[in-house]
Structures are given as structure tokens and as C-alpha cells.
Nanobody
Framework: QVQLVESGGGWVQAGGSLRLSCAASGIIFSIRGMGWYRQAPGKQRELVAAITSGGSTNYADSVKGRFTISRDNAKNTVYLQMNSLKPEDTAVYYC??????????????WGQGTQVAVSS
């Protein structure tokens, strides 16, 4: 069974840092884009950062200069380094990937979500 498993969330004070990880497991033939989304209470899920298989990245304006996305293709893992965290970064963070499995290509693979809470 193909799945994305996240780790690294938690509680931190404003100005602190956290690093999220997301590992894809199962029979995976190839992975294209990987990314991180977040959803705060009462708000829609939004893209935080994304990275292509070649390493090109894009970020939400609200996190530029503070967050860094990276990936290890050999480990099928994507990371999100979050620095200078603010209370408004509080949300459940979800990993997403576009993968080719025995079912073909799909971008509808999601992790279970990891909570990030930033106190002021």
C-alpha cells in the first residue's frame, strides 16, 4: 500500500524552528512534484511550498524567506524546514505527492497531517 507518512510537528514558541519530514513508502515507480499544504481552523487548505523532481521550488508569499523545502529522491522523502515561526503558522500540515504506482500517475496522495502550534 502506497502511503505518505509525516513526522516532526509539535509546539514551539514564536521565533522558533521546526522541521517536518514526509516519507513515501510502498511500490512507487516514480515521484514528480512533492509539496506541503496547511489548514488552519476555519480556513481552506493552502499550498505552503512545493518542489519538483529536479529541485525547483515555489513558496507561498507568507513563508518566503522563513521556510525551506527540500527532498531526498533516494529516500522518497520531502522536508520542510520552518524558521522564525509565527502564531499565524499554526495549522495542520499535510504532505502531498504526485506519484506513479501500479495504478498509474496520481497527485492525490496525502499524508495524515501533522499539527504545528506556535505560541506568541
Amino acid at each position: 500500500q502506497v502511503q505518505l507518512v509525516e513526522s516532526g510537528g509539535g509546539w514551539v514558541q514564536a521565533g522558533g524552528s521546526l522541521r517536518l519530514s514526509c516519507a513515501a513508502s510502498g511500490i512507487i515507480f516514480s515521484i514528480r512534484g512533492m509539496g506541503w499544504y496547511r489548514q488552519a481552523p476555519g480556513k481552506q487548505r493552502e499550498l505552503v511550498a512545493a518542489i519538483t523532481s529536479g529541485g525547483s521550488t515555489n513558496y507561498a508569499d507568507s513563508v518566503k524567506g522563513r521556510f525551506t523545502i527540500s527532498r531526498d529522491n533516494a529516500k522518497n522523502t520531502v522536508y520542510l524546514q520552518m524558521n522564525s515561526l509565527k502564531p499565524e503558522d499554526t495549522a495542520v500540515y499535510y504532505c502531498n505527492a504526485e506519484m506513479r504506482t501500479s495504478q498509474g500517475w496520481s497527485d492525490d496522495y496525502w499524508g495524515q497531517g501533522t499539527q504545528v502550534a506556535v505560541s506568541s
